[in-house]
């Protein structure tokens, strides 16, 4: 495990959190230069990626202050736009969910389609009390999807069947029964079969029907933000963590090495053999169990170990705080790498607003 700078570590006691506060500004150490600047900052920086797949992605964030990382996990949550059903103009409904509760389900279901065609797509202004009257919607700011679907059964079930699916069709209502019905320039730019706009789950279950029963809707997609409704934010989660440190002041050997171990997640705390010039040294007895650390990663901080007296004195845990563990979960839209990139560009635009902002102030 690599040395922290101890200034940089939380402390994290049995019933205490200790230096919680960053002291890297200037006039907090006496005849050291803290002060700001862009090459400082580049040489600190670091990202490391763990893993990286379409929908779950996690990476390490290094060397920024906490209101930077919280600022890229509030703009991936709230911020950067999405593909959602807004509009649900429903024609027929004798399905026993209420128009209002089926319009709901509908919002939240995740939508995908080509990349391009959604970058293409312009913002859809809604009417407001001041300006009720607004243009109708057009191919560049709607996707139209349809859900016409019926109820019957199903002649061919054999006697004395009771499993709905195969007693009825279209027992069941799911999100693959969504039609995408393209206009004007939305039949390039949202190509089928890949690009076309459509569920990012077919299997999510709308509603269960009965003989003669039915659905007949038509829902109007515009783009939109998590900060308006949660069905807007591209991301089931996205959330950090600072990276655990444990540090063992003394060595932990014999049965006590097993149990220390087991106070934390598996691979945290590894068992090795002490050798003999560990054993010159006082660290043990030569060929007994020790305990070492691993992979700090895994820990969740849970305090376990230092319950049991025997470790008293013996280890110190702590969090590095300027070390920040993002896991990111997207809905489908769009790749979970890519919406940390469109997090820093945003970051970025609101950045410079706000230096131009302040300069039209200035003048």
């Not at 996707?143 to 019926?150: P, R, S, T, Y």
């Not at 003394?250 to 590894?270: E, H, L, N, W, Y």
């Amino acid at each position: 495990m690599p040395v922290v700078n101890g200034r940089r570590i939380v402390g994290v006691n049995a019933e205490t959190v200790t230096h919680v506060s960053s002291t890297d500004f200037p006039g907090h150490y006496p005849g050291e230069d803290h002060s700001w600047s862009i090459e400082k900052f580049k040489e600190n920086l670091q990202i490391v990626v763990h893993h990286c797949e379409p929908l779950d992605c996690s990476f390490s964030l290094i060397g920024v202050d906490a209101s930077i990382a919280n600022a890229f996990r509030r703009i991936l949550i709230a911020e950067i736009p999405t593909l959602a059903i807004e509009y649900v103009f429903i024609w027929n409904n004798t399905s026993i969910v209420q128009d209002e509760v089926l319009a709901q389900r509908l919002g939240l279901v995740p939508l995908k389609g080509s990349k391009a065609g959604l970058a293409w797509l312009k913002w859809y202004k809604k009417p407001t009390e001041e300006d009720p009257i607004v243009p109708p919607p057009n191919d560049y700011n709607t996707v139209v999807l349809k859900l016409q679907i019926e109820c019957t059964k199903n002649p061919n079930a054999r006697k004395g069947e009771t499993d709905p699916a195969k007693l009825y069709n279209n027992a069941h209502v799911y999100s693959s029964a969504l039609t995408f019905h393209p206009a004007g320039q939305q039949r390039e730019l949202f190509p089928e079969p890949y690009g076309s706009i459509a569920p990012v789950n077919p299997n999510i279950l709308l509603a269960k029907l009965r003989p003669g029963q039915a659905l007949n809707l038509e829902m109007h997609c515009i783009k939109g933000i998590g900060a308006d409704h949660a069905k807007f934010s591209p991301v089931a989660t996205a959330s950090y963590r600072l990276l655990p440190t444990i540090t063992i002041t003394s060595p932990i050997t014999g049965k006590d090495a097993i149990k220390f171990a087991r106070c934390f997640p598996r691979g945290v705390i590894g068992l090795e053999t002490v050798t003999a010039e560990e054993a010159a040294r006082g660290e043990g007895i030569e060929g007994e169990k020790k305990a070492v650390i691993r992979d700090t990663m895994k820990d969740t901080v849970s305090r376990e170990c230092l319950r049991h007296e025997e470790f008293a004195g013996k280890v110190k845990l702590g969090r590095v705080r300027d070390h920040f563990i993002f896991s990111v979960e997207s809905t489908g839209q769009f790749d979970s790498d890519e919406l940390f990139v469109d997090s820093v560009k945003l970051l970025k635009v609101k950045c410079e607003r706000l230096r131009k902002s302040l300069a039209s102030m200035a003048r």
